[in-house]
């Protein structure tokens, strides 16, 4: 199936099942985020795109559904990063594999760990770390406001982004004051 009947019939039945209003709502929520991305339209789709199917890939794939594992996608630009828990190195080599068969020329980043999937309640320590960096970056004056991709994963944080060379160090500078943080990943363009 084509990636353009796929989110058709993608957002077809999400607007039945969630009503007129809220899809009316979910699309001014996608409308404002698509025109606040520095990324073109067509940049975004093909991202969400990529993250659908490998979703997909990961969440049918037979030897993964008997495993207790944490697997997310992002994609960003021409970058795709694997973040996680799994238990073993032949889950974590196996899930490189399934990757990698589809596309050698994106950019692969599997930041993965070999650990018990992490708990709810580090997901939600997790979020809030990574609306705090947002937040300490936005209110940095050094800073002009940029779009950047911010998560958390086991205390670690990714940041993806178009930035100026200038831009890094202070980033990297206003993420190194959050405490409980093991380690900040970046994933940067300069524009």
């Keep these: 199936m084509n990636n353009k009947k796929f989110l058709t019939i993608f957002f077809l039945i999400f607007s039945f099942i969630l009503g007129c209003t809220n899809t009316q709502m979910l699309g001014s929520a996608i409308a404002i985020k698509l025109a606040s991305d520095p990324r073109t339209i067509g940049a975004q789709i093909d991202n969400l795109t990529l993250k659908i199917y490998f979703s ?3 969440f049918n794939d037979s030897i993964l559904k008997n495993q207790p594992s944490r697997i997310s996608i992002i994609s960003y630009n021409d970058k795709l990063l694997i973040i996680g828990q799994v238990l073993n190195h032949f889950i974590l080599d196996h899930i490189q594999n399934l990757i990698q068969n589809y596309d050698n020329t994106k950019k692969i ?5 070999i ?10 320590k997790d ?25 958390t ?14 831009e890094e160090k202070i980033i990297i500078n206003t993420v190194s004051k959050v405490k409980n943080l093991h ?3 970046t994933f940067f363009n300069y524009i």
């Design 56 to 58: 997909q890939v990961l």
């Design 109 to 113: 980043y599997n930041e993965v760990r």
């Design 115 to 124: 650990a018990y999937p992490i708990s709810f309640t580090q997901i939600l």
């Design 127 to 151: 979020t809030w770390t990574s609306i705090n960096v947002r937040m300490k970056i936005i209110c940095n004056k050094e800073l002009k406001l940029r779009n950047l991709k911010i998560l």
């Design 153 to 166: 994963e086991n205390k670690e944080i990714f940041i993806f982004g178009d930035i100026l060379n200038s």
């Design 183 to 185: 380690r900040i990943i």
